[in-house]
């Protein structure tokens, strides 16, 4: 029988999801069926319940429902804090394993952005400064994988400086984190640093907004990521600018829904082709 998942959002319409996801069943044989679903902004959690009672067997969530998801998974496959004990929304999950009547929670978008980083553009993370700018779902969603690979000091950048220090102060809880310099700043708060890697985790890019940068941010070198995809970003014009290496969100996309399929059906597709498939079209 066919397994059926899907993606939930809002809007959900633009997702490339589903074409992945067909793609990966193509290649590997796995019987599944995927599908985009629009959830009203007050009815994620009773759209979850109405897959759950439909019989699928997970889903990806994305913009804006990646804390709800996290606080209504009944346990996780990966380290949370006590985020739920405080009224902190740090904590993000953005795949969804409908199992034996709970509900497991996992990100993925952090493991997908290190491979798209590291695998499909040989930049190695290890004691790379970072700028990671934003505070939101995919910031907080990727900013523990980035720690670990790069075990360096990394600055979040971001418009409201609290979303940036709930982060931060999320992430210091950690153990393993404790030694590593964390610092939040808000625009128009960088002056003379210089970074290896600058990540743009904002959804400036959907209204054309510029992110505030001193030019000199780029270090020699240096990979400016923005992990939007589909359109070239005004963060995007302004660090091909300055020289940086230059790459989009779509080979992230691909590798975290890599990831959520070995998550459900234990089988790793291989992204090589589905990256250049979607590029190509
Ligand atoms: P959220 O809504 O959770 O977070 C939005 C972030 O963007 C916040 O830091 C917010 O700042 C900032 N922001 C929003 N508008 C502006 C603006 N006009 N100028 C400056 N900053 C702004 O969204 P997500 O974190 O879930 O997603 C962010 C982006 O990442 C989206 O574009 C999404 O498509 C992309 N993404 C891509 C993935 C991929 O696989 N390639 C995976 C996940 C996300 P503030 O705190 O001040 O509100």
């Keep these: 029988m066919t397994d059926k998942y899907a993606v939930i959002g809002n809007p959900i319409a633009h997702s490339k999801s589903p074409l992945i996801h067909r793609m990966f069943a193509e290649q590997t044989g796995e019987d599944i069926s995927y599908e985009a679903v629009l959830a009203p902004l007050d009815g994620f959690s009773a759209t979850v319940e109405r897959l759950r009672k439909e019989g699928y067997k997970g889903c990806n969530v994305t913009v804006p429902f990646k804390f709800e998801a996290f606080k209504i998974a009944d346990s996780y496959g990966f380290e949370v804090m006590d985020a739920l004990e405080s009224d902190q929304r740090a904590d993000a999950v953005n795949t969804l394993t409908f199992l034996n009547g709970k509900i497991i929670g996992y990100n993925t978008d ?83 640093e210089q970074f290896d890697v600058v990540i743009n985790a904002t959804s400036a890019g959907l209204t054309d907004s510029e992110i505030p940068l001193p030019p000199t941010i780029f270090a020699s070198g240096a990979l400016a990521y923005d992990m939007m995809y589909g359109r070239e970003t005004p963060f995007m014009r302004f660090a091909r600018e300055q020289r940086a290496q230059v ?21 790793r597709p291989d992204t090589a082709p589905v990256i250049a498939a979607l590029r190509n079209r």
């Design 247 to 267: 790459a989009d969100g779509l080979g992230m996309l691909v590798e975290q829904a890599a990831e959520a399929f070995y998550i459900w059906r234990d089988v």
């Design 110 to 192: 952090g493991i997908g952005l290190i491979n798209d980083i590291q695998k499909n553009r040989s930049v190695e993370l290890k004691s790379k400064r970072i700028l990671l700018i934003g505070a939101g779902g995919a910031a907080a969603g990727v900013l523990h994988p980035l720690l670990e690979a790069s075990q360096a000091p990394l600055v979040i950048y971001n418009r409201t400086l609290g979303n940036a220090e709930a982060l931060q102060k999320n992430v210091t809880q950690h153990e393993k984190f404790r030694l590593i310099s964390i610092r939040p700043v808000q625009f128009g708060g960088l002056d003379s």
